[in-house]
């Protein structure tokens, strides 16, 4: 299995704090939020073989991830997606497809920007279990007035994703899709298929809702806090649960 993190976003809902920092090297307590990932990491490589962890920046904050990596010792590599300002950047998907790069492993997808507790050790198991279908991480935000600000998964008996809505204004139910993606090496083909037929590559979760409409997608529910910082409101939230 190998790793790819999403880091290349411009974050420009926490300017003009992210006009100088990428957002995963925001520091929650005196941590940059990408430290937390590497830490999960880290901690499953003690049940499971991955052979390699890939961080997709943009070219802005290039440096700064490589001067990071050095300052961490993290046993990564930095990839850059060549892309300098959010008026030109290529989007979640492409991102995720420069990432995975034609390998034929299975996949373990994160978003640099989501802080949560859940080891991802059971998440993966599932996702094994669930294969060749991909699999994805969820939430339960337990109030569908927050629910609207994300996109909204519903899960038949067997977990299976039978719809997602992407910020909905009448959420069906409060249960979040999160960055947390398995993808196994046989559903990575639809990633080129859908970066063909759709002009909109940016958001992850409209690709998980095309994906469910050609083959499979399963659900896992994620335990623990989960924090997707995407503002200063959830930053400020991050930082009162993961501080320490």
Known sequence: MNVVILAAGYGTRLYPLTLKIA???ILVGDTPIINFLIKKIDNLKK?????????VVNDKFYKSFLSWKKKYKVDAKIINDGS??????LGAIKDMKI???????DFLVLGGDNLFKDELVKFIDFSVKKRPYPSIGTYDVQDKETAKRFGIVILNSQKRVVRLDE????PLSTLAASCVYFFPK???KFINLFIKQNKNVDASGKYISWLAKECQVYGYPLKGAWVDV???TSLK???????Q
């Open 23 to 25: 957002k995963p090297l």
């Open 167 to 170: 910020k909905p204004n009448n």
């Open 237 to 243: 939230e991050a930082k009162k649960i993961f501080k």
């Open 186 to 188: 046989e559903s990575l």
């Open 230 to 232: 995407g503002h200063f």
């Open 99 to 105: 990432g995975i790069n034609r390998s034929g492993s």
């Open 84 to 89: 300098f300002h959010p008026d030109n950047r």
């Open 47 to 55: 049940y499971f073989s991955i052979k390699e962890v890939r961080i």
